[in-house]
């Protein structure tokens, strides 16, 4: 009885509903594109097939919510996503209406993983037109963001690894406006035009808080210990994005060292007396410091028990071999000083 009355409400629902398109013209094109976008050699040359990708499903959820109920459901039309997810493994695509509103625009993420995923964020109006789209790298996800009045949600685009603890990051705020275009309200790359390179994030409250590495000259990828800054952003009042309240340095040790050391390589190689001085305030360990020394990229290391005390590591081109030395840096009333210096293969 059971498989009966199923029976009949399909057919019921196929004469008072308008017939969506069929999907295997559309799942066909799309496999083909899922294989050309995945075989593809570099990821620069596969923008068009990622554009027409996209288009694909944009076409597939329109017809479904210009067909009205059952079609237009956001549970019908995720199973006619997960369709075409299950044509390629590489492609992932969700569909919300936030709040359940029946006015509330749709908002889709969709991710295709060719190597590091590429993300695109979708917001459809109720009658199917693409109101608002954005791609960037990475992995995106959304949360609701906590504003009395206001329809609004924060996008987070989390990409390729970029130290130790650190992977980028890319933030937008989004308010959803019924039967008006969407607005992005703020947008990471205002605070940081160069990038994020984050590691921690939360968001709760109204307040969004991102810890991240600052590249500063002597900065080297994968070290710990280096300078971490974190900031505190609120949507202060009578603003429609967001601004940052506080500011929280962390390590900030390393930041000096690194000034310090900077200034020291590039005076060492102009031979400029006066600044070696300052830097290095002892004659004989100046006088044993050849003009060819350059810094390394090998980590810094704090001197356990002594966190005054710094050993930078650094390089001298001599008959044709690297040799490997050693700086001791500590810091006094002044700032950091070189107190030693040696070759470690002598």
């Given at each position: 009885m059971r498989v009966l009355a199923a029976m009949v409400l399909v057919l019921v629902l196929n004469e008072s509903a308008p017939a969506v398109a069929p999907p295997s013209d559309r799942l066909d094109h799309f496999?083909?594109?899922?294989?050309?976008?995945?075989e593809a050699p570099e990821r620069a040359a596969n923008a068009p097939l990622l554009s027409e990708l996209w288009s694909v499903v944009d076409a597939e959820i329109g017809d479904n919510l210009r067909?009205?109920?059952?079609?237009?459901?956001m549970a019908f039309i995720q199973s006619r996503l997960d369709a075409f997810s299950d044509e390629w493994g590489g492609a992932s695509f969700k569909v919300t209406d936030l709040d359940g509103g029946k006015r509330a625009p749709i908002v889709g993420l969709f991710t295709l993983t060719q190597g590091e995923p590429r993300?695109?964020?979708?917001?459809?109006?109720?009658?199917?037109v693409l109101l608002a789209a954005v791609t960037h790298e990475g992995q995106l996800e959304f949360?609701?963001?906590?504003?009395?009045?206001?329809?609004?949600?924060l996008a987070k685009w989390t990409g390729a690894p970029t130290g130790a603890d650190a992977r980028t990051?890319?933030?937008e705020l989004w308010r959803l406006r019924v039967q008006a275009t969407p607005v992005r309200e703020w947008s990471s790359d205002d605070a940081f035009p160069d990038g994020i390179a984050a590691t921690g994030f939360s968001a709760r409250g109204g307040q969004l808080v991102v810890r991240y590495e600052p590249h500063y000259p002597g900065w080297k990828p994968g070290c710990a210990d280096q300078t971490e800054q974190e900031d505190v952003y609120r949507q202060a009042a009578g603003s429609t994005g967001l601004v940052r309240?506080?500011?929280r340095v962390l390590?900030?040790?390393h930041r000096e060292l690194q000034s310090a050391v900077t200034r020291f390589f590039v005076a060492l190689g102009a031979n400029d007396r006066q600044t070696m001085a300052a830097l290095a305030p002892n004659p004989s360990l100046r006088a044993r410091l050849p003009n060819e020394l350059q810094a390394d990229s090998v980590c810094d290391d704090r001197v356990a028990g002594s966190p005054a005390t710094a050993i930078v590591a650094a390089t001298r081109e001599h008959d044709g071999l690297r040799v490997p030395w050693s700086l001791t840096w500590r810091r006094d009333s002044r700032g950091w000083r070189l107190t030693a210096a040696a070759p470690m293969l002598e």
């Open positions: 496999r083909e594109l899922a294989r050309r976008y995945a067909s009205g109920a059952p079609y237009s459901s993300s695109s964020l979708r917001i459809y109006d109720r009658a199917g949360r609701a963001w906590s504003t009395a009045g206001a329809r609004q949600f990051l890319r933030l309240a506080q500011r390590n900030g040790w």
